[in-house]
């Protein structure tokens, strides 16, 4: 064999080597990673024996909507939380914590978009539960300690929340003062105390409603309740446009239906005595709370 010929099958040898290891070098294919499903949000902000769980019964009569019931507001702390982390970076940022010698070492690295992530990653699973995602596109929840919110937290939180809850929308449901106060939950309650939580709630619904005009919808007890179908129809029309873009006849009927089962802590107990109650009367009513 020739000079030129074994150097010839050398170079071939090496160019083959090279091309492997060309392709183990080489990239795999970009795979476009799949995108999480982009729920929307939707909260309902009320205080105690306003109709929210009746309410949240009729969210949940929308298609593709879920909205829980009430958690004692624990995102609440999760801002809390956040907000002391802040101030903690913020008072410490100047002590070299990028040194490791620095006793506040990597607190600068805290950010905000970490916690409003979690947040949402978190919410989000309690929110869905065992529920498939695919087949659901509105998740929230309704609460009835809004008052504990501090009027010093207020657009800290719902800034917060915004950035938890991209697009968040809110339900402001009211009812009348001297109903709420003298019914169930309240009744435990002094009379200065109910009020002033009644008041502050309110003060933040006004909040929103001034920050947020575009994502709130205000609700009344009295007017779901209406006996007159027109003025309930229109309330109820209203929540699910707001909700979920549209309402036609057969939702709305479904609405009403919905609107008569008891909802409640005791709706059945709640229910089943004002039957008896009204049964001596010939009438029948259901229990809304």
Not at 17 to 31: D, G, I, M, N, T
Not at 103 to 130: C, E, N
Not at 198 to 217: D, I
Not at 276 to 284: C, K, R, T
Request: charged share 30%.
């Amino acid at each position: 064999m020739t000079t030129a010929r074994r150097v010839r099958r050398r170079l071939g040898r090496l160019r083959r080597r090279l091309r492997r290891l060309r392709r183990r070098l080489r990239p795999a294919p970009a795979v476009p990673a799949r995108q999480p499903q982009r729920f929307e949000y939707v909260f309902v902000v009320t205080y105690g024996r306003s109709g929210s769980t009746l309410l949240q019964g009729l969210l949940n009569a929308l298609p593709r909507v879920v909205v829980r019931g009430e958690n004692s507001l624990f995102v609440l702390q999760l801002y809390r939380a956040w907000a002391q982390a802040s101030t903690f970076r913020e008072r410490h940022k100047g002590h070299r914590p990028r040194k490791v010698q620095s006793a506040f070492y990597g607190i600068r690295d805290l950010r905000r978009r970490q916690f409003t992530v979690a947040t949402r990653h978190l919410m989000t699973k309690f929110l869905l539960g065992s529920l498939n995602r695919s087949d659901v596109d509105v998740i929230g929840f309704k609460e009835v300690l809004w008052h504990e919110v501090k009027p010093r937290e207020t657009e800290g939180f719902f800034d917060f929340m915004d950035a938890a809850f991209p697009g968040a929308r809110y339900i402001l449901n009211q009812r009348a003062h001297d109903h709420v106060a003298t019914s169930g939950f309240w009744q435990r309650h002094d009379s200065d105390e109910v009020f002033a939580a009644l008041e502050r709630v309110e003060k933040m619904q006004e909040f929103l409603r001034r920050t947020r005009p575009e994502r709130t919808y205000d609700c009344r007890y009295e007017l779901i309740t209406h006996e007159d179908p027109a003025i309930s129809s229109a309330q109820l029309r209203g929540l699910a446009e707001f909700v979920t873009g549209s309402c036609d006849d057969a939702l709305l009927a479904r609405l009403h239906e919905t609107r008569a089962v008891a909802f409640g802590p005791k709706a059945f107990q709640a229910s089943q005595r004002r039957r008896e109650s009204d049964g001596e009367h010939g009438q029948d009513a259901p229990d809304r709370v």
